[in-house]
């Protein structure tokens, strides 16, 4: 089965979404929603998640940007979290064919290191991957308890993400143990100066998956802009659509928004 990449929207402008561990591109809703009008939205569903439940695609971040990418057109990107990894594999190997890149609460390493202080626990990471085998259900709640936990509204965050989580069938076992396998062994940070790219990574500041440090810091390597929003977790397009969408628009060609950090 090939990768499932529905088409909304029938605005100018082209972008590809990727979305993040266990979910799929349904959880864009609100989002779509709010930019549908300016954009033809590329929403793809990750090998083992969603529509592409059956793919037999590898999860690898090269695979998966290389599968996608021969199918779309020239676009902008956005990846959150793990599909910040997918998008930033297709910047690096398919450069013609990015228009702009948006690194949504994703980083380029997830995990700890002493010259990476705000990744997260490893043995946390770990915890979760045995966690999984034991307990599949239990973990994903848990796991999505941890997204909504730093959001403005985090019970009626978390009710939305359980809501969708598997509104389009259970993801498989085996994806979401390649998934945290990729997160563990990720490093992209010696790529990052080639990037330079129009775009943002942005950020949560009550983010408590991928702290928003790690972000800032990223952004800066990779001569990008960088913006917080100051009220969001680590999933915006939820509670805060509409200020998301005028982030992203506001990055592209001819457009007349203000510039800013925070929002």
Known sequence: MKLAIDTRGRGPVPMVWIHGWAMHSGIFEPLIEAME???TLY???????GHSADSTLSLDPQVCADA???RVPPAWWMGWSLGGLVAMQAALRHRRQILGLFMLCATPRFLRAEDWPHGSDPAQLQALATSLQQDYHGTIDRFLSLEALGSSDPKAELRTLRRE???RGEPRLEALQQGLSILEQADLRAE???LQLPGAWIGGRRDRVVHPAQLRTAATVAGMDYVQMDHAGHAPFIGHAGELAEVIARHFPGSTGTESAHV
Not at 43 to 49: A, M
Request: aromatic fraction near 6%; charge should be neutral; charged fraction near 20%.
């Open 192 to 194: 990052l100066k080639q």
């Open 68 to 70: 996608i990418a021969a």
């Open 37 to 39: 009008d300016r954009c």
């Open 43 to 49: 929403l793809v569903d990750l090998p083992g998640h």
């Open 165 to 167: 989580a598997f509104a």
